[in-house]
């Protein structure tokens, strides 16, 4: 596993992490859970992503149970904030309070005493960005958060807050944490050249377009899937977008790579990206994604890989 540093900061994450969206705590079940978390530290991963919201609370709780009695420390650990967690006005969204009382849930859920990065889970319309940059820095001289980061912000509002922070002599968000992959490069333009001019590293969701950007799909969709129990898969499984994945595959052999290690691989081809945040349903799939770090495809293959996707 090669690491990388997170924008400007001295941090380094694994090149390939791992999530719990939809899986701890909710598709899969705990043992499988903890079988995927332990080959995935196996082999170097370091960064575990996590939020509030997953499974309500639950995807914390097993990854919790699953790091009790680990080295604390070997681990960076993020979770986030915005989105409600019940019915309560305040429950949701960037306030102060509400940030200030859903770190203290996710704390206890994930039995630890900080957190190492803290992500806005999306932009508040109805918060101040002076009260979300305010609320950040104050918990991290609390010693509760290391970092602060956001999660699908526009590149102005990422750039209001640091320079809101910078000209307080607080603490700026350090990263960001945005869709990308082959079918989805809609950061490209804005987001990549931001966070590479202010400092902040980008850790992608999605990488694999949630199973899309394997072979599994190429003859329809086989039992236990995604595609079979979540509607969000729905707009990335297009009839286009599986002829593409077909002859993605053909280049992947010929690199003796497998379709998910060239899709993650792709993706770290640039500079500003940190780590591709991958999901798994099993074990075997944490092995083979992890084995995209440190492969380098030349630039006939990126050009080749640009024809498809065009
Ligand atoms: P991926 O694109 O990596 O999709 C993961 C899914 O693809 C797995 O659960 C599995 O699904 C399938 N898969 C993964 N590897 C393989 C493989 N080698 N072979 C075959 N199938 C494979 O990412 P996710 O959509 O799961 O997102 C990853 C993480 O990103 C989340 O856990 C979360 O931490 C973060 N995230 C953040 C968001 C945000 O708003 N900030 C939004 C969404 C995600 P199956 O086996 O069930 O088919």
């Known amino acids: 596993m090669e690491y990388r540093n997170m ?3 001295g941090l380094k994450l694994s090149e390939v ?22 080959v995935a530290v196996e082999h170097g991963v370091n960064f575990i992503d996590l939020a509030d919201i997953y499974a309500r609370g639950n995807a914390e709780r097993v990854f919790g149970k699953w790091l009790r009695g680990k080295k604390r420390s070997d681990f960076v650990i993020s979770s ?6 019940s019915d309560n006005v305040n429950d949701r969204g960037l306030s102060r309070k509400h940030i200030m009382e859903s770190v203290e849930g996710s704390l206890k859920r994930l039995g630890t005493d900080y957190l190492d990065i803290y992500f806005c889970h999306r932009y508040d ?53 945005p869709r990308y992959n082959m079918l989805d490069r809609h950061i490209e333009d804005a987001i990549m050249p931001m966070c590479a001019e202010k400092g902040l590293g980008i850790v992608v969701w999605s990488p694999l377009a949630q199973g899309v950007l394997t072979t599994k799909y190429l003859d329809g969709i086989p039992e236990g899937s995604r595609a079979t129990y979540s509607h969000w898969i ?43 945040i991958v999901g798994a349903s099993r074990p075997e799939q944490v092995e083979e994604n992890v084995k995209a770090s440190g492969v380098t495809l030349s630039e006939d293959v990126l050009a080749e890989i640009e024809r498809i996707l065009l």
């Open 234 to 276: 729905k707009e990335d499984l297009t009839p286009e977008n599986i002829e593409r994945v077909r002859k993605l595959t053909a280049i992947a052999g010929d690199l003796g790579l497998t379709m998910p290690q060239l899709a993650l691989a792709w993706i770290l081809r640039r500079p500003e990206i940190t780590s591709v």
């Open 7 to 9: 924008g400007r900061t």
């Open 80 to 85: 986030k904030v915005y989105w409600p967690m």
């Open 17 to 38: 992490s791992l999530g719990g969206w939809l899986t701890f705590g909710g598709q899969v079940d705990d043992d499988t859970t903890f079988a995927c978390l332990d």
């Open 125 to 177: 319309e109805e918060t101040p960005i002076e009260e979300v940059v305010l609320a950040m820095t104050d918990l991290v001289r609390q010693g509760k958060i290391l970092y602060w980061g956001t999660s699908v912000w526009e590149a102005d509002n990422i750039e209001d807050a640091v320079d809101l922070a910078r000209h307080w002599l607080g603490y700026q968000p350090f990263v960001e944490q």
